[in-house]
């Protein structure tokens, strides 16, 4: 059995790690301060005895005796990583640094949850591992993508320098059932806009892109990566190759949901990414063929059907 910290453990991401890592016979440490997730996520998983929560923020020291590390505290929604973006740096530089100290000292290995947004608005598409991105350093979103891109570098360095056994995946549009309905991102706001009957809210003309991942691919991927020998540390890209336009995503979710809601068009947020499209050959090859199994319908019906209860 092994004793496995899951960072940012009661987010959307986190929760449907945690329940994975204890099917699977491990004992979990959900560490959250839950500024965007909720005990909710994760309180079907509270009378398991290997399963452990920590209310702390991954800003300020920690001290646990652990075998592997998921690094997932950050939020991830723009609205929310923009609500306070010098704390959004500081989770993500002097966070990363903390659970690098831990990882360091026990001789833990330490995955990192990085994003496709550290590839900016890309001039190259799809995006490789190779590609160095096109991020605005003072921009709206700089705080998360600068945050993450300085996490990398922190994980590379601390590899390089003081032999911590790292990985280091890069995450793309991941959603599925414990978004919360005020998450912000397109696939929640849409279903939630689309069953409440309301208009549909598209920023810009939806003729901008993204590779949607249903969030089970996601974990198996990063079960995957955090498996793998000590040589393999990533990046790694881990995301669904299907790209679609967020018109076409907003004419989906209607035709599912079979709602009588609006399209309506409101200004596009400065510097939101025009594409963007996961180049996954890396992954393939890496991580025992991985490749997502659940394509866009038959996920949002699952995440349709989620909201139908909770809304
Ligand atoms: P989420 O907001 O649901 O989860 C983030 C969790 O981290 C929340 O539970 C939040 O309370 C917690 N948290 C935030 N700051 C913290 C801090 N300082 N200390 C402790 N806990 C803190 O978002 P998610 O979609 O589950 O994302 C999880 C991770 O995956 C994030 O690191 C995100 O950057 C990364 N990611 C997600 C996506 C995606 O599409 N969902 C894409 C790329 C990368
Ligand atoms: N740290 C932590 N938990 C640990 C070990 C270290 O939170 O189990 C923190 C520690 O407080 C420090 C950071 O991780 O601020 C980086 O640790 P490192 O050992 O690399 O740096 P140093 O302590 O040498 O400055
Ligand atoms: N978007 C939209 N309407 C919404 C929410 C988002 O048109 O109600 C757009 C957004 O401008 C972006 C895309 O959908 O172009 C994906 O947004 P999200 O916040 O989900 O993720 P990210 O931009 O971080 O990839």
Not at 225 to 251: H, Q, R, V, Y
């Amino acid at each position: 059995m092994k004793r496995i910290l899951v960072t940012g453990g009661a987010g959307f991401i986190g929760s449907h790690l945690c329940e994975r890592l204890l099917n699977e016979g491990n004992e979990v440490i959900c560490l959250d301060n839950y500024f965007t997730g909720s005990k909710k996520n994760i309180i079907h998983l509270l009378n398991n005895p290997y399963f452990e929560l920590v209310r702390h923020d991954i800003t300020e020291p920690y001290y646990a005796e652990v075998d592997e590390v998921y690094n997932l505290a950050c939020p991830a929604s723009p609205i929310h990583y923009q609500h306070d973006p010098i704390k959004t740096i500081n989770t993500s530089v002097v966070g990363a640094t903390n659970m690098l100290g831990l990882a360091k000292r026990i001789d833990a290995k330490i995955l990192q949850a990085s994003t496709s947004e550290v590839y900016g608005d890309p001039h190259v598409h799809p995006q490789p591992e190779t590609y160095w991105g096109n991020v605005n350093p003072i921009g709206l979103r700089s705080c998360y993508d600068e945050g993450k891109r300085c996490a990398e570098s922190l994980f590379i360095n601390y590899h390089k320098q003081k032999d911590v056994r790292i990985k280091i995946i890069r995450i793309f549009n991941t959603y599925g059932t414990r978004m919360n309905t005020n998450d912000g991102r397109v696939i929640s706001n849409f279903i939630v806009q689309a069953l409440k009957g309301k208009d549909i809210t598209i920023y810009g003309e939806g003729n901008q892109t993204r590779s949607f991942q249903y969030v089970d691919d996601l974990v198996e991927g990063m079960i995957r990566m955090m498996n793998t020998d000590d040589t393999i540390i990533g990046p790694i890209n881990i995301g669904n190759p299907s790209e679609f336009s967020i018109l076409d995503l907003a004419k989906k979710i209607i035709e599912i949901t079979k709602s009588k809601s609006k399209i309506i068009f409101e200004p596009l947020p400065e510097d939101d990414p025009m594409q963007r499209k996961p180049d996954i050959t890396l992954a393939k090859k890496t991580l025992n063929n991985w490749e997502p199994k659940i394509g866009l319908e038959e996920g949002l019906s699952k995440v349709i059907e989620y909201f139908k209860g909770v809304i």
